[in-house]
């Protein structure tokens, strides 16, 4: 079964990563704690979308890309062709 707040997480931590930012970085840019971000990113805690955008601006990318690739990579796993992507800088 797939669960949207794991590829939620999955998708807050490839884009914080290809950063080559930490958790205590966007944390604190973001005002969220570090353990309840580690919490979105690892999909144990599902974040409300005042979270997911103060997450979103403190990583400076749209909200609305970051459900459009969480929506891609949903699509894909329900018909079984997901396939992890490398991220490609977008400037």
Do not use: H, W
């Amino acid at each position: 079964m797939i669960v949207l707040r794991q590829v939620v997480g999955d998708e807050l931590r490839r884009r914080r990563q290809d950063q080559g930012r930490t958790l205590r970085d966007v944390s604190a840019a973001a005002a969220v704690s570090l353990g309840y971000l580690s919490e979105v990113e690892r999909g144990q805690k599902e974040a409300s979308s005042e979270l997911l955008a103060a997450i979103c601006g403190a990583l400076d990318v749209p909200l609305s890309a970051v459900l459009s690739s969480v929506s891609s990579n949903m699509a894909e796993a329900e018909t079984g062709d997901f396939v992890p992507r490398v991220s490609a800088l977008v400037i």
